[in-house]
């Protein structure tokens, strides 16, 4: 019982997550991608596979600007769009 009233013996050392989250888009650096997205998944009634081209963008705009770590676009389960990498933003 006596180790649960003792919170100042060890100190706590936050740390990053390995994986799932990056910083947040503070400057709107890719507002218009994430925009595209979601108009995407509303007019595709959310059907996430309809959107795959806009989610793809988002995540290289994301990569682009240091906003997450870069990953192989194959990794990331867009292998089959890695080749015809978009060239053209809007």
Do not use: I
């Not at 507002?31 to 996430?48: A, G």
């Not at 793809?56 to 240091?66: F, N, S, T, V």
């Amino acid at each position: 019982m006596s180790t649960a009233m003792n919170f100042g013996s060890k100190s706590f050392q936050p740390r990053p997550p390995d994986k799932g989250s990056f910083p947040l888009d503070h400057f709107g650096e890719c507002k218009k991608f994430k925009e595209k997205f979601m108009k995407c998944l509303r007019d595709n009634d959310f059907e996430n596979a309809m959107c795959r081209n806009e989610s793809k963008e988002y995540l290289e705009c994301r990569m682009e600007r240091q906003l997450m770590a870069p990953e192989p676009l194959e990794k990331l389960g867009f292998a089959d769009l890695a080749a015809g990498k978009s060239g053209a933003r809007s």
